[in-house]
């Protein structure tokens, strides 16, 4: 079950903080799917290649990103990771100009894991935090 937890500290740690897209290939089932991801309109992921257009997209958008693994919670083939955010707005990945703003924020992400691979992630990132630090939303009230 411990090699579970080192699976996705592993997948943060390459993936998103070393920006080493290769890990994608060892760590992904080739038809997982992630949940939670996208804008104001969750979209479903769906295999290796869509998922490397987010991460694309997400690393040109936040080229200096950090993600900091909180806690890991297991439960046999199963497991949830709480994270926290972190980058510079630099680049248009989301399909905003670069604002050059800092963000952080904090998510969730609940995975299923067969075979030494993610097949299953339901994510649940503050997003809505990540656009209002961003200027795209606001969320003060008043």
């Known amino acids: 079950m411990r090699e579970n937890e080192a699976l996705i500290r592993r997948w943060?740690?390459?993936?998103?903080?070393?920006?080493?897209?290769?890990?994608?290939?060892?760590?992904?089932?080739?038809n997982c799917v992630h949940r939670g991801l996208g804008g104001t309109e969750p979209i479903e992921i769906r295999g290796?290649?869509?998922?490397?257009g987010?991460?694309?997209?997400?690393?040109d958008a936040f080229p200096d990103i950090e993600v900091t693994v909180e806690d890991v919670v297991l439960d046999?083939?199963?497991?949830?990771?709480?994270?926290?955010?972190?980058?510079?707005?630099?680049?248009?990945?989301?399909?905003?100009?670069?604002?050059?703003?800092?963000?952080?924020?904090?998510?969730?992400?609940?995975?299923?894991i067969k075979d030494g691979r993610l097949v299953e992630v339901w994510?649940?990132?503050?997003?809505?935090?990540?656009?209002d630090q961003l200027g795209l939303v606001s969320l003060r009230l008043g």
Do not use: P
């Not at 987010?54 to 690393?59: G, L, V």
């Not at 649940?124 to 656009?131: A, R, V």
């Open 76 to 112: 046999g083939d199963r497991l949830a990771a709480r994270c926290t955010v972190r980058g510079t707005h630099t680049g248009g990945g989301l399909g905003v100009g670069a604002s050059g703003r800092r963000v952080e924020f904090t998510g969730l992400g609940m995975c299923t």
């Open 12 to 30: 943060f740690n390459e993936v998103w903080n070393d920006k080493r897209e290769s890990t994608i290939d060892e760590l992904l089932g080739d």
């Open 54 to 59: 987010f991460f694309r997209a997400f690393i």
């Open 48 to 52: 290796l290649e869509q998922f490397k």
């Open 123 to 131: 994510n649940e990132f503050d997003f809505l935090k990540m656009y």
